[in-house]
């Protein structure tokens, strides 16, 4: 009965030894929010007893848990009696490694590279020397919000109120809006007077536009793990200066009564070069006639000239007869016969 009572207290005096075999530095259970892409290091710093004599021994083991994942653990990364093994399906063997090349060296941290939003989860490091400590971290892994769309509602004139407009396809949920005036007066994200937020999340109301408003607005759109931005210059001007819309106005306006005189000088040209062809035909059939009629046309041939026929003449038709009296008829352009009688001289 002695005998067995010295062999607990034995056990008893050796048991805080047993349990501190293996102890790892280390906060307790480590969050990180990670960007898409990045690189990161989870740490496992850890210290063996001086009664464990070398690394031989020692086993360490890297544990992924999502939920998503069932059935049994997802080693992916272990160390044991000097070798490394790299564990197959989690998908992270050619982007993982240890830190030190010889993890025995008191650090069994390792290195994550090109972050996917799949590697979200909770990542545990285990080091067994006769006991197990264990340190786990939480890795949340999200995309940088993608750059925003910014652009203004309202007119940009003096004493009007518009609306600066900045939306990120992100969910409004995960992301903030901040706008910020870019001069060194309103440095720090400040605004001047006169700013509201509005109702979206993104919008920033402007009132009662004046000088002090001019400048540029950024929109900043941030996550946990990153952010981007967009910018829009504010110009106001007097309501007795036209706008840039009343300017483009004008210079349409004007365009379009440039192309309607152009089409009227065009059409005037055309004009004058047709009655200048129809003087030429009336003058050669009045040649034509005088020659039929022996050079007695002389009274139409003036009438045919001086245009007497009231809507123009079309062409004319001359008549003989046994008479010393010639005729001839004017056919005009109003369908009209005109009967003209030229004597002989």
Known sequence: MAGHGASLLLL???????????????????????????????????VLEPEDNGPQGLGIEWIQITPERTGPENVF???????????????????????????????????LADLQVSDTGTYQCRVKKNTVAVHEVIVTVQEKPAPPQCWIEGELIWGSSIVLRCFSRESSTTVSYQWAKLADSYGGGHLPSGTIQGRAPGDLVIRSLSEVHTGIYQCRVTNRVGYSVCQLNISPVPRCAPAAGGRQTGI??????????????????????????????????????????????????????????????????????????????????????????????
Not at 22 to 44: F, M, P, Q, T, W
Request: charged share 20%; with cysteine; net charge positive.
């Open 12 to 46: 008893l005096g050796l048991m805080p030894a047993l349990l501190l075999a293996v102890r790892i530095n280390g906060k307790g259970r480590e969050v990180l929010y990670l960007a898409k892409g990045d690189s990161v290091k989870l740490g496992c710093p850890y």
């Open 77 to 111: 990364l272990s160390y044991h009696d000097h070798h490394v093994d790299y564990g197959s399906g989690s998908g992270l063997q050619d982007r993982v490694a240890f830190v030190q090349k010889d993890p025995s060296q008191y650090d069994a941290s390792i290195r």
């Open 252 to 345: 349409i306006v004007g365009s379009i009564l440039g192309s309607l005189l152009l089409l009227s000088l065009l059409g005037l040209l055309i004009w004058a070069l047709i009655c200048r062809y129809r003087r030429k035909e009336c003058q050669r059939a009045c040649s034509d006639c005088r020659s039929s009629t022996g050079g007695t046309m002389t009274r139409t041939c003036n009438v045919c000239t001086h245009g007497y026929a009231p809507h123009g003449i079309s062409y004319m038709q001359c008549q003989h007869g046994d008479s010393d009296e010639r005729a001839a008829a004017l056919i005009c352009n109003d369908g009209i016969r005109h009967q003209v009688t030229c004597p002989a001289l």
